[in-house]
């Protein structure tokens, strides 16, 4: 196998040095299509529907066709939107693995460790298998931010891409929601009819046959000589690490202290604002009316951080409009 992504997963100030595979692979067998006349590959032209003529690859935006209106994009506009580019596999939060739907599972990647010691590595295992609890995780593969599942598969740790919430459909169907009555009868019949083909799952027992039969058929064929040279109708093909290491004692050690430290400071601020309230209950009137003229006075006056974040957003504004004009003159 080959690694597809190098990084690390993190959780407090842990790093678990890691390389990422794909877990799964298409066994189906790859059909092209070709001329039945001479057996010459067909293939496809990258063809302008307006000029008609043959767009080479450097020359392709892309657009969002939006009903009757089609807005273009071009790469210099989607390379200023803000991609994540940590190699980092950052953990959001442990939940109980029965709360993962598994609806939700997209694609699965075995994680490899690496680095000087898999000690950090065994040790996420083993919390996870311990506590029953999957990590929510966040990274970024292929210029695109994923939400996944990182959970314990055997010996190995595995992260399942998950789909966002939009993307699951909701099965919305009228039959359902009419009233159904099943006897107790029909109940233990089916319940008979299940203990028939009742079994313990093996993968291993199950074989499509499809493809078997399809690899069989072109064997055939290949030793009947029924065959052409690849070279004569398909053409000659186109040419076309680690984190560092820190002491793992030490940095469980900090990341539980700063846990309780700010859990600590919200309950001393909590206890502040109590007290607070109670001393300001109890003084006069006018010191109560003072204190609420200074706090509408400091709320009234914008924030210095207001006034950089809307320069930075007049700046943004003002290098998409640029670059806009940029690719306006270039394909005039």
């Known amino acids: 196998m080959r690694a597809i992504w190098t990084g690390a997963i993190s959780f407090g100030l842990v790093n678990v040095p890691v390389k990422l595979y794909s877990a799964t692979q298409d066994h189906d067998l790859s059909l092209h299509q070709v001329h039945d006349k001479d057996g010459g590959r067909i293939r496809y032209q990258r063809r302008c529907e307006v000029c008609g003529e043959v767009v080479e690859y450097e020359d392709i935006v892309k657009a969002h066709v939006d009903d009757d209106e ?34 939700l599972f997209d694609r699965s990647y075995y994680l490899e460790p690496t680095g000087k010691s898999p000690k950090a590595y065994v040790l996420l295992r083993r919390t996870l298998e311990e506590t029953d609890r999957t ?49 107790k009868k029909e109940l233990e019949l089916s319940s008979k009819l299940v203990d028939t083909y009742a079994g313990d799952f093996d993968l291993s027992a199950f074989r499509d046959e499809y493809q078997e039969e399809l690899r069989a058929l072109v064997e055939a064929k ?17 040419e076309d690490e680690g984190a560092e290491v820190i002491d793992l004692m030490a940095a469980l050690r900090q990341s539980v202290e700063k846990s309780r430290s700010s859990k600590r400071g919200r309950s001393r601020s909590s206890s502040k604002r109590e007290s607070g309230s109670k001393s300001r209950a109890s003084g006069s009137r006018s010191k109560a009316e003072s204190a609420t003229k200074s706090r509408s006075s400091k709320s009234s006056k914008p924030s210095s951080q207001s006034k950089s974040s809307g320069s930075e957003a007049k700046k943004r504004g003002s290098s998409t409009s640029k670059s806009t004009k940029r690719s306006t003159k270039k394909s005039a």
């Open 135 to 183: 990590a929510i995780v966040q990274f970024a593969l292929r210029q695109k931010t994923r939400l996944a599942a990182l959970r314990v598969r055997g010996d190995v740790l595995l992260v399942q891409t998950l789909l966002w919430d939009d993307e699951v459909r909701e099965a919305d169907f009228p039959a359902l929601d009419e009233s159904v009555r099943v006897t």
């Open 222 to 238: 290949r030793e009947q000589g029924d065959a052409l040279d690849t070279e004569e109708t398909f053409g000659a093909p186109d």
């Open 70 to 103: 089609t807005v273009v994009l071009t790469k210099d506009e989607l390379d200023s939107l803000p991609q994540e580019r940590s190699r980092e596999i950052s953990v959001v939060e442990f939940v109980p693995s029965e709360q993962v739907d598994p609806i």
